[in-house]
Nanobody
Framework: QVQLVESGGGLVQAGGSLRLSCAAS????????MGWFRQAPGKEREIVAA????????YVSDSVKGRFIISRDNAKNTVYLQMNSLKPEDTAVYYC???????????????WGKGTLVTVSS
């Protein structure tokens, strides 16, 4: 089982940037497709972006395309999400996880961490 700890969230004004980090322990994540998910108040958790074990992009949500960049450092067992040009609608708790499933039905494969809260003010 993989334990996941997200960090880097905070309060930022619209148009600003944040970089989220996800540190994994318990097992190497180098063989997994990894992703970032988010859950806004009153909404279901949704996938934001996913990256293959090799570093190639698997998926980027249309809502963040051109603004968010997912990356990974397998040697550090860490996944990142660079968020630029943030909008109030990006406000959510952000989680990382290994990604399973197929396009349109991606899911997290391991237990969820606590996530990191991103709040974007207008």
């Amino acid at each position: 089982q993989v334990q996941l700890v997200e960090s880097g969230g905070g309060l930022v004004q619209a148009g600003g940037s944040l970089r989220l980090s996800c540190a994994a322990s318990g097992r190497a994540i180098g063989s997994y497709t990894m992703g970032w998910f988010r859950q806004a108040p009153g909404k279901e958790r949704e996938i934001v972006a996913a990256i293959r074990w090799s570093g190639g992009s698997l998926y980027v949500s249309d809502s963040v395309k051109g603004r968010f960049i997912i990356s990974r450092d397998n040697a550090k067992n860490t996944v990142y999400l660079q968020m630029n040009s943030l909008k109030p609608e990006d406000t959510a708790v952000y989680y990382c996880n290994a990604v399973g499933g197929t396009p349109g039905s991606y899911y997290g494969m391991h237990s969820w961490g606590k996530g990191t809260l991103v709040t974007v003010s207008s």
